[in-house]
């Protein structure tokens, strides 16, 4: 008797997500001919001479998916994406360096005539924040931009000295050290965070020269940001390439540190 009572039992329909999109009803383009069809209507259209486009809904999924793949390449931490231009502290926007908030502004824009900016003061006065603003500010803007503490940079350097190419040939496949070195180099705009800080070696200062000589060269565009009052201690064609005046612009950010009454309050 259960068995009969379970084989008369109606059969649930099958479960059917709802639409993400009530236009085109998640077909991801829409007929130009016919603007008016939406919903069901745009389903049973069978227009075949009819011209078709990406549906709005199709166009944001592409352009979150291109914004997550910028923010994944650019590298910058999670924490520093909420350092924009808007969010600095009122004291700094009105504060002795407010003709570098304004130039930085101008820089992200791309309408500075340098294309490298030092920025170098004592530490906490908002160098990194006004750096990663710009970098911030070209993201939003659909433009790729590259974030690298100078120190993290010639310890992935330097790790791929240590990795062996796998026996397993199905084995995934680290990155080599000239695609680590190429994916800085060529950026179109590389901020160097902290640059000086950094453990000196004759290696990394070949390093850096190394890299900071093929941007030059490119006139790539370049953000420093140094506790170095003068560059001449970040060692003889770093600092070279770092006081070429017709290719950089050096701003000074003074002042205390402001970290303090930016730090939050703990419970």
Partial sequence: ?????????????PFEPPLRCS????????????????GEELISHR????RWASCHCELERLAAEHTAYMRAWCELPEAMQAMT????????????WGDALKFCQAYAQGEAPEKWVRLWGP???????????????????????????????????????ERQRPQDNDAPLFATYEQVWQSYANAPLLLLDDL??????????????RLLDHRYRLALETVVTTNAATVGILG????????????????????????????????
């Fill in 1 to 13: 008797q259960v068995v009969e009572e379970r084989a008369q039992s109606p059969i649930p329909p």
């Fill in 23 to 38: 236009d085109c009803c998640d077909l991801s383009k829409v007929c130009q001919t016919h603007p008016t069809l939406v």
């Fill in 47 to 50: 227009g075949i001479d009819c």
């Fill in 85 to 96: 231009f808007d969010a600095l502290l009122p004291r700094l926007k009105a504060g002795g």
């Fill in 123 to 161: 530490p906490g006065t908002g160098k990194t924040h006004l750096g990663v603003a710009i970098v911030n500010y070209r993201l939003a803007h659909g433009q790729f931009a590259k974030y690298v503490y100078v120190a993290d940079w010639l310890s992935a350097l330097r790790a791929t000295f």
């Fill in 196 to 209: 000086g800080a950094q453990h000196r070696t004759p290696w990394s200062d070949a390093e850096l020269d």
């Fill in 236 to 267: 003889g064609r770093v600092s070279d390439r770092l006081q070429d005046k017709g290719l950089i612009k050096g701003l000074h950010l003074p002042g205390p540190s402001y970290r303090p009454e930016n730090r939050r309050v703990r419970p």
